[in-house]
């Protein structure tokens, strides 16, 4: 069992990504997904939850609006869309699983990625 994300990379602001979290062993409608990022010098912090008992989305402040998380079924794997980026988006992307409600705290989840960089920059 383990979580791969991809789709990072580097872009100028204003530009846009799609990360991709997939998971070997692991069934995406049984499990919660958060996304978290940590940028040098900081605490990882959370970005978005997909919640697995209704299926809400949440999002942090600071990328409500520019940031959006799925969930494909079919296809295994949840992703997180990321358009106007900004400088303060550059972090290491993780995304990161668990079998309960969705959560803010990084601590509460099971399973984690080993992440994906991007890089805002002109």
């Known amino acids: 069992e383990h979580v791969v994300e991809s789709g990072g990379g580097l872009v100028q602001p204003g530009g846009s990504l799609r990360l991709s979290c997939a998971a070997s062993?692991?069934?995406?409608?049984?499990?919660?997904v958060g996304w978290f990022r940590q940028a040098p010098g900081k605490e990882r912090e959370g970005v978005s939850c997909?919640?697995?008992?209704?299926?809400?989305?949440y999002y942090a402040d600071s990328v409500k609006g520019r940031f959006t998380i799925s969930r494909d079924l079919a296809k295994k794997m949840v992703t997180l869309e990321m358009n106007g980026l900004m400088l303060e988006d550059t972090a290491v992307y993780y995304c990161?699983?668990?079998?309960?409600?969705?959560?803010?705290?990084?601590?509460?989840?099971?399973?984690w990625g080993q992440g994906t960089q991007v890089t805002v920059s002109s």
């Open positions: 990161n699983l668990r079998g309960g409600r969705y959560s803010w705290d990084e601590y509460e989840y099971d399973y």
């Open positions: 997909l919640d697995n008992s209704n299926g809400n989305t």
């Open positions: 062993g692991f069934t995406f409608d049984h499990y919660t």
